[in-house]
């Protein structure tokens, strides 16, 4: 098993990392899509107490996840179009972007409604901001609009990696199922 | 003679009000607040009764003479999240339209440690009255002005906050913690 990336391909971490918070942000924004569709009920509460909770794994689990690629050297791109490669790239720091940018606006407007987040009942953090509805208003929007621009991001990238499997029938997209 | 019966009759004149009004201690409302905090997904989740007002007398050198009466005006509950104190005022919570009021009722007093006192009185919310003991501290306590914190805890199923699926208490904890600060002058 080699958990580092090497020149050629990804280690076991960086591949465990990217199909979990893959699986977790793809629930997130399934839950978060209906949560706020749907009218005040038990099913709702615990909705909105989920989509907390793992969206501050996200946020914990990027730490990580960006630090580990920070110290990994991250494998060549075969003989792709340079363009190709730099849309990767971008579409690659942009959902670094989201997975910060996501959890903290959530984490903003939840302390702007002053309902703070439990994390699976073991611990509470704290609110960033006081209680304020014009704030919570803001960061709702800024957190919506990033999410719709997160499931334009993930098209792209699914896309993408889809395209290169059954068309160019190349490796991008195996090495990023087992090291 | 003239100058003793008016003597007399002044003693009587100043004494009398005293005598009436000698417990009683007017709640400053802007510097008296009524907090509660309830617990939903594990975190804490906090409100206030923004009005609510009584009558209070009070001597703590006569704990059997004391009465202490406090009318909440339920409608006045304040949460930062509009959506949570709109919810609280509809019929499965606290219905306002049909109980705009809640009252607690004490006349039992006890001195359970220096300045701190417990009211072991009857609350009245929706429409159900249940006992409740409240532990109060005497922050100030002067012949014209008394400061006082204190808490109590209640079971909001026990009087019907939360109808329907919220009486389920997994996601929504059945205990509420009170917390109140009354300053009053005489």
Known sequence: MIFKNTQNRFGFI???????????????????????????????????GWHKEWGMLVLMLV????????????????????????????????????????????????????LPVSFFGLFTFPNLISGNEANRLLFSTIHEWLGYALIATFCMHTGAALKHHFINKDNILRRMLWP | MAINRFFICLFFVLLFPTMVTAFEWHIVPDKSSLHFKATQNNSPIKGEFKKFAGNIDFDQNALDKTHVEIEVDIASVSTSFKDVEDTLKTAEWFDVKSFPKAIFRATD??????????????????????????????????DKEVIVTGSAILKRTEFGVGQGEWKKTDAIKDSIDINFKIEAKR
């Open chain 2, 109 to 142: 007093f006890k001195k359970v440690g220096d300045k701190k006192y417990e009211a072991i009185g009857k609350l009245t919310l929706r429409d159900i009255t249940l006992p409740l003991t409240l532990h109060f501290t005497f922050e100030k306590y002067t």
């Open chain 1, 14 to 48: 960086a591949i465990v990392l990217h199909w979990l918070m893959a699986l977790m942000m793809v629930g997130l924004i399934v839950i978060g899509l209906i949560m706020v569709r749907i009218p005040i009920s038990l099913t709702k509460l615990q909705f909105y």
């Open chain 1, 63 to 114: 730490i990580v996840r960006l630090t580990w690629r920070l110290r990994n050297i991250n494998p060549v791109l075969d003989a792709i179009p340079m363009w190709e490669e730099l849309a990767a790239r971008a579409v690659h720091w942009a959902f670094y972007f989201f997975m910060f940018a996501l959890p903290i606006t959530g984490w903003l407007i939840t302390s702007s409604a002053d």
